[in-house]
């Protein structure tokens, strides 16, 4: 099973901006849907963005819309997360996950993911 680790998280002013990066170990990462999903004390845990393993299909939740950016570099076996215009309530933990189906990914359904990197957002 493949192995996720998440980094580029930090505390960073509200209008400010961060890249989050998962680097994923195994040699058939480009099999599988990933996805960026985020957990905040208090909150129900939300999947943020998620990508089919071509690029052909996308997700963004409503509230993270417009702001972030999803990609991944298969050849390296990269996934990032682009983060703009942050704002207070995107300060949570973000886990990068990956599974067999986007769908899966998207109903927040996964066989993997890391263990998070902290992103706090101050006003």
């Known amino acids: 099973q493949e192995q996720l680790v998440e980094s580029g998280g930090g505390l960073v002013q509200a209008g400010g901006s961060l890249r989050l990066s998962c680097a994923a170990s195994g040699r058939t990462i480009t099999l599988y849907a990933m996805g960026w999903f985020r957990q905040a004390p208090g909150k129900e845990r939300e999947i943020v963005a998620a990508?089919?393993?071509?690029?052909?299909?996308?997700y963004y939740a409503d509230s993270v819309k417009g702001r972030f950016t999803i990609s991944r570099d298969n050849a390296k076996n990269m996934l990032y997360l682009q983060m703009n215009s942050l704002k207070p309530e995107d300060t949570a933990v973000y886990y990068c996950?990956?599974?067999?189906?986007?769908?899966?990914?998207?109903?927040?359904?996964?066989?993997?993911w890391g263990q998070g990197t902290q992103v706090t957002v101050s006003s």
């Open positions: 990508r089919s393993w071509s690029g052909g299909r996308t």
């Open positions: 996950a990956l599974d067999r189906a986007f769908d899966a990914v998207v109903a927040g359904h996964f066989t993997s």
